[in-house]
């Protein structure tokens, strides 16, 4: 089985600064780990995903996720909010066969003018 | 292009009553994928259809709920004799085609209360 978890329920930030989501997970397998995001009366988006190649993935809007299997981490970053990032961020895990999508229980992003 | 797309947005029933909930996927898309977000948690995995056979419904809570896709495309999440622990949002989403490679694209969602 696999699971992911989100070490922060709620990050503030403000405008301009860096921003890191911070997601362990567990699996009995190598993982397909990815990032979505849900702002409000929206459906969900993928940011960025890893699939086995390159540990450093770059997603969309400056994002950026680094898949560190000593640490099993998978982190989030960017280097400066925008107003504009101020929603609900899951890191997740797929099963062996990339269809059955595991959540984390998520991390909501407030960016601070 | 159009998206995938849910009926109703927001539906309110009473307990004991049954539903249906429609999903429209992305045209051409032969995977499709129900998820239930309950307040404050993350989507939870319902059900995933190949085509028009259900390829994986281990996520189904329990015999009241039942989904279909007659026609490999439009799918409907049916639940019966409602209960106020259902009430939550279900996500559908869609892809090319199942596996690694293809990224599931979600709709908007349906709001389900029961009361």
């Known amino acids: 089985a696999q699971s992911v978890t989100q070490l922060d329920s709620h990050v503030s930030v403000s405008e301009g600064t860096p921003v890191l989501l911070r997601c362990n997970y567990s699996s009995s397998y190598s993982p397909s780990l990815f990032w979505y995001v849900q702002h409000p009366n929206k459906g969900l988006q993928l940011l960025l995903k890893y699939t086995s190649a390159a540990t450093l993935v770059k997603g969309i809007n400056g994002f950026e996720a680094e898949f560190k299997k000593s640490e099993t981490s998978f982190h989030l970053t960017k280097p400066s909010a925008h107003m504009s990032d101020a929603a609900e961020y899951f890191c997740v895990v797929s099963d062996s066969s990339g269809d059955k999508l595991t959540f984390g229980t998520g991390t909501r992003l407030a960016v601070r003018p | 292009g159009a998206g995938v797309s849910q009926t109703p947005s927001n539906k309110v029933t009473e307990k004991g009553k049954y539903v249906e909930l429609r999903c429209d996927p992305i045209?051409?898309?032969?995977?499709l994928y129900w998820y239930r977000q309950s307040l404050g948690q993350g989507p939870e995995f319902l059900i995933y259809?190949?085509?028009?056979?259900?390829?994986?419904d281990s996520g189904l809570p329990n015999d009241r709920f039942f989904a279909v896709r007659p026609e490999g495309s439009v799918s409907t999440l049916k639940i019966q004799r409602t209960e106020r622990g259902d009430s939550a949002v279900y996500l559908c989403a869609s892809s090319p085609r199942q596996g690694l490679r293809n990224e599931q694209f979600f709709g908007p969602g349906t709001r389900l209360t029961v009361l």
């Open positions: 045209s051409g898309h032969t995977a």
């Open positions: 259809f190949q085509g028009t056979g259900a390829a994986d």
